[in-house]
């Protein structure tokens, strides 16, 4: 897989500063330069577009000054400068005001470390500060130092952003670029600057738009697909092992609320590969117990009491429940770390499964065990 394209990865979703709150946003790599993007819940495309397609190229020039009015209206510039303009607001109109700049950048984005939308505690206004790397810092000391009162333009993609007079130098690195910015806007900048430009264009080849209504079908087809496995575990355990089979039932809900309980703390979306990861816990988690109650009454025949045979069947399908569970397990995770989407998906709802099944399945049971035989103390195991 060339280099770019695991770079593109983390520079398109740096490069979309709305859509930052959705955890769920799926990339997956397809053929060797082409990148599939699923956003649920996002209905403008043009935005994601536009979003996806910005440079973010941020460069630092000095302002020409000498350059007149006159001149700048008659488009008189100097060799080796360039006209831009600065955007700004004012009586709710904005304002577009020309700045002549060197052509050439004396630093440049790729010096920048950090950019972070912050309110600056004089004018409580919203800014973007920014830090530079070691070799930024020491040009923008030299600059600031060699440049007092003269003006310093940030670019952002030809446009100017901020072009200050340069009051005192500025020694540690760090600054920060002020406009009309509003809290929103500061963020999306310092989330434009940390992402930096993207090593190639982006062509967007195919958009589609999936309704609603055709993902409710899914989901819904699917948790019915699961009530129905469910369903059938629970007769087929209450059929086959009754008291016992209750008690295995039991410990089975308990491990599917311990499940949806680890998928929210961890923010998991529940797709329809989750479900499918649901169904097949659902099942593994019995299988403990049926390997559990089996023993029991393989110890029963063999004439064991009901006590020393039910400690016997715990203690020696403790092994095989070991070995089934650590086998899927390590499926589980090779599937996680190396899976991307519905594949991901489905990984995350196994892993999590298998460890809330192994304890469900061992410590509840048991647990249900013991205080029935110390309620009832049966004569005979309904096994």
Same mark, same amino acid.
């Given at each position: 897989?060339?280099?770019? #394209? ?21 990339? =997956? ?8 993007? *699923?956003?649920?819940? $996002? ?47 004012? /009586?709710?109109?904005? !304002?577009? @005001? ?8 004396? $630093? ?7 950019? *972070?939308? #912050? ?19 020491? @040009? ?24 200050? !007079? ?42 589609? #738009? ?57 923010? =998991?979306?529940?797709?329809?590969? /989750? ?58 995770? $090779? ?12 990984? !995350?709802?196994?892993?999590? /499964?298998? $460890?809330?099944?192994?304890? #469900? ?7 249900? !065990?013991?205080?029935?035989?110390? /309620?009832? @103390? ?6």
């Amino acid at each position: 897989m060339p280099r770019w #394209t695991h770079f593109r990865f983390r520079q398109v979703f740096m490069l979309l500063p709305d859509l930052q709150g959705f955890i769920h946003i799926l990339f =997956a790599r397809q053929g060797e330069r082409r990148i599939l993007m *699923q956003i649920p819940g $996002i209905s403008d495309t043009r935005k994601i577009e536009a979003d996806v397609n910005t440079q973010a190229k941020l460069t630092f020039h000095m302002v020409d000054e000498t350059v007149s009015d006159a001149d700048i209206a008659a488009r008189r510039i100097p060799p080796g400068d360039k006209l831009l303009y600065e955007e700004d607001v004012i /009586g709710g109109q904005t !304002v577009q @005001r020309p700045v002549v700049i060197k052509e050439r950048a004396i $630093i440049t984005g790729d010096m920048l470390e950090r950019a *972070q939308g #912050t309110i600056d505690s004089q004018t409580q206004q919203p800014v973007v500060s920014f830090k530079f790397n070691a070799q930024g810092a020491r @040009r923008f000391a030299d600059i600031t130092r060699d440049n007092v009162g003269h003006r310093f333009a940030a670019v952002l993609d030809d446009k100017v952003i901020t072009a200050p !007079v340069i009051r005192s130098p500025i020694l540690g690195g760090q600054g920060q670029i002020e406009g009309n910015f509003t809290v929103e806007g500061a963020n999306n900048l310092a989330v434009l600057l940390n992402a930096g430009a993207l090593p190639v264009p982006l062509k967007i080849l195919e958009i589609r #738009t999936v309704g609603a209504e055709l993902g409710q079908d899914a989901i819904q087809a699917g948790w019915i697909s699961a009530l129905g496995g469910l369903a059938l575990v629970v007769g087929f355990m209450l059929l086959q092992y009754r008291l016992f089979g209750i008690f295995a039932n039991i410990a089975l809900v308990m491990n599917l609320i311990l499940l949806l309980a680890a998928m929210t703390i961890f923010r =998991a979306t529940l797709t329809l590969p /989750g479900i499918a990861g649901f169904v097949l816990t659902m099942g593994m988690a019995v299988d403990a117990n049926v390997l559990i109650y089996e023993r029991i009454k393989e110890e029963i025949r063999n004439g064991r009491t009901i006590m020393s045979a039910i400690d016997s069947g715990f203690a020696r399908a403790m092994a095989t429940i070991i070995d089934a569970n650590a086998t899927h397990l390590l499926a589980g995770l $090779i599937l996680l770390s190396l899976g991307s989407g519905p594949v991901g998906g489905f990984a !995350v709802a196994l892993t999590l /499964g298998i $460890i809330s099944s192994f304890f #469900t399945s061992i410590f509840v049971t048991r647990l249900q !065990v013991i205080w029935w035989l110390q /309620g009832r @103390r049966p004569a005979a195991l309904p096994i």
